[in-house]
């Protein structure tokens, strides 16, 4: 009998009293000691245990997304850890709520523009070299690509796609992201760099992420960086000072409709 | 000069056009591709990298935290998850927000006493017995110990613990641990389990992890979990059925008062 | 010298030694004890001073948002509150997470077909009867229209409409939903009510609030609803009761896949 | 048959296909257009009507609570914003996670010093010289007094404590703590204001809301706050202004333990 709607299942864990299996492995007897936690990620999320290869590239995607300096991410956790320090998971659940669509989320309209050219019967080439005309004829922002601080190149991204090239992978990802990346030059008329979110689109499509939880990927790489926040704001407390800047630096101006 | 309140700096990220800098490690050629998740998240917190037993016994940690099925933590995630599919970082924020003093947070009052057993002049069993004595005489729940489904022993803290011994850490926070354990059975006269949260305690400790932080490494292992069960969610819905169980079985009554 | 974004300003409120001003009220002399809570609402919004009838209109809304039994967002609330209790405005926010696309959203959606129709230069109803059929032919839900509850009409559509009718607004915008309502009954062939973020969509557009901000109405309403389930839970525990009814009625089954 | 914890029941709402109830009132019929807001968030909250006098009274305290310019939760919210524009729910949740003990939390402080005063069997003024002495001899911060800003008086206290005093109800509450205030200035040897906090904690006390949900009725307040920044910064954008304050002028330093 199939599963209807109308009685769900979990496929994720179950206990009893003597133990806890997650997706049918016991988790002390098979994956305490056994796995590393990148390892228990992706098995967690995919139902199956990563090869070497996955998981070197799922390592080095959450090491690059986990710290950017003062991002508006840390911004909300120091502000939050500040106004109520008995309780670290609201203030990192603060900073993750800021690994919205307008930095992280281009990730996953990449992964849309990586999968468009894959299955584009036409060729990668020229699908490729359509997205990047569409998008610059609507002037649309191209997700993945572009950094307003990293120029010429996002070092992130040659790293991160010389790694997934390394490992061993189909490369079927990256070949699409780079025929993107050669068509936007020649459109554009200039270089635009790939930039990290658009080459971890790529490296989370090889290792089979599906685009619509990857954002959850940055979501667990980001929550590491957080705490290391919040350890630094118990240490060398910052947050007042961040705020004494904004009260004193933004000024009030009377409404004009008043 | 030192550092005054009035000039906060932050010693964790800086980057320039063409580098970032983790705590003066260069992400892309020192941290990308070298260091895997767990190591990169000592990394951060700790501002120098782990040992090889030390990432051992965070990799079983966060192995350990990530998953017990459907947990109030994931009920939460998964009823935001529904109502807003497009945001799924507010999903694992509404998860995380109850990673709170309730569940997780008694590793942190097992820190504190791990703590108070190791200072203790009189010797470690002395102490610990007291703090036994203490804790039952004024009926007050005793973190670290005790689990309502897992009896006779929780049976992650015993594999937790044997891992800890056989990495070759120091130890201290662990036999202090087991001190309490010893003397938690003889004065309440019945064996208690020590709690994975007790012995994660402990092992945090052996790694230096200060236990004002540690309620973090939850948090990072659970969000993880809970970016699981979006996947699910996205595959086999259940937060729907989860309503309507509640809305069907848990009846109205009128206020007596009106 | 115009505002650049390099140089931008609040205009919402300042505070002296002895004086705190919003838009250049004083708070002290001029709002605590003037105006109520709805009216202050309003003034810190748009910057205004409320009429009547638009202060009578808003007070409507924000009492028929409040509540409606044990929702998602009640049960997100409940979950974190049991799981933290010292942290109340974390259990609020998690079910405020809650307010998302799949059910109040649908404001904004139904505010923009009525922003549609009252634009539309060839005639109301023709707009109107247009986007009915659109909706119809492409299977797009109506955003406004609809309860999977309440049939034939959701209650609070026409008490909303009446009071805001009999307030002496202008009626722009409950016309144009009013004509939508007749053209999709027409073009779908049966009666589909106008639900309760319909109405509210038209009302808070008769009283001037901008639909980008729209859903906010809503999250201020919700948060006192959910104060109200937290003290109920603080009376009446109900938490763990949830959790229960989830656990043990929603089975595990062994992934395929594995 | 008494309400066992293993039956729970809600006691707040329910919903036929025409109707709902909240707490036995029609919502309808008896709630929409006939009670205020205001009104509203207290029949919700403590299941009975307010009165006139009750219901000024939380006026004021909302609107009291909602504005204090760039504070941390309107940092917080107005970074999250920038971040994820499309869930202003997420924006104002950050915003609500820092309504926690530093600054709000002062509150149930406070109204726990009012009811021990109340409670005193030696007298008043007794108790409140014990307290004032209590927290001197012990350098604790004293919930409910001084201000970091408003000196010498925080000017919202005297307007909270002489309105609830002309709206003629019983007191008690702001009489103790003008018994705490008197003690605070002689054992302390200055004048230490009353903070709004502290005459909120009696204002609320007077009018029968619990200091344990307390901290709820600030949140409600807040989170209107937070969506009229959520406008303001739809309208006139600061969120990366701020970043960047932070980002230019919090330097990095090299962690000297690397």
Redo the contacts between chains.
């Keep these: 009998m199939p ?1 209807s ?11 009893t ?4 299996y ?3 492995a016991n ?2 007897d098979d ?3 056994k ?4 390892e ?2 992706y098995f ?2 995919m ?2 245990r990563p090869t070497a290869a996955q998981t ?1 590239i ?3 995607v ?3 997304l ?8 840390v ?2 956790t120091r ?2 850890y ?13 900073g ?8 992280v ?1 281009t990730m996953e309209g990449c992964a849309a523009l990586i999968e468009e050219i894959r299955a584009a019967p036409e060729g990668e080439a020229a699908r490729a070299r359509a997205i990047a005309e569409r998008h610059r004829g609507a002037k649309l922002p191209l997700p993945g690509f572009g950094h307003p ?3 010429p190149d996002d ?2 991204s040659p ?2 796609l010389q ?1 997934a090239e390394d490992a061993g992978l189909a490369g079927n990802h990256i070949r699409a992201l780079r025929a993107l990346a050669a068509q936007v030059d020649s459109v554009y008329g200039r270089h635009i760099t790939i930039n990290a979110t658009g080459a971890v689109a790529a490296l989370l499509g090889e290792i089979e992420i ?1 685009p ?2 990857m ?3 940055a ?3 980001r ?3 957080l ?6 704001e ?1 240490l ?8 004494r ?3 004193e ?7 004009p ?2």
Tied chains: 1, 2, 3, 4.
């Design positions: 599963d709607p109308s009685s769900p299942v979990t496929r994720i864990a179950r206990h009293r003597e133990a806890i997650v997706r049918e988790l002390v994956l305490i000691g796995l590393t936690f990148t228990m990620i967690q999320l139902g199956r070197r799922l390592d080095a959450l090491v690059t986990m710290e950017h300096g003062l991002t508006p991410s911004i909300a502000m939050v500040d106004s109520c320090p008995e309780a670290i998971q609201a203030a990192v659940a603060a993750l709520l800021a690994v919205g669509s307008t930095f989320g601080l990293h120029k070092p992130r790293r991160l790694l599906p619509a939880v954002r959850g990927i979501v667990v790489s929550s590491a960086g705490v290391g926040h919040i350890r630094e118990q060398d407390p910052a947050a007042r000072h961040m705020w800047l904004i009260d630096q933004l000024p009030y101006r009377a409404d409709a008043e």
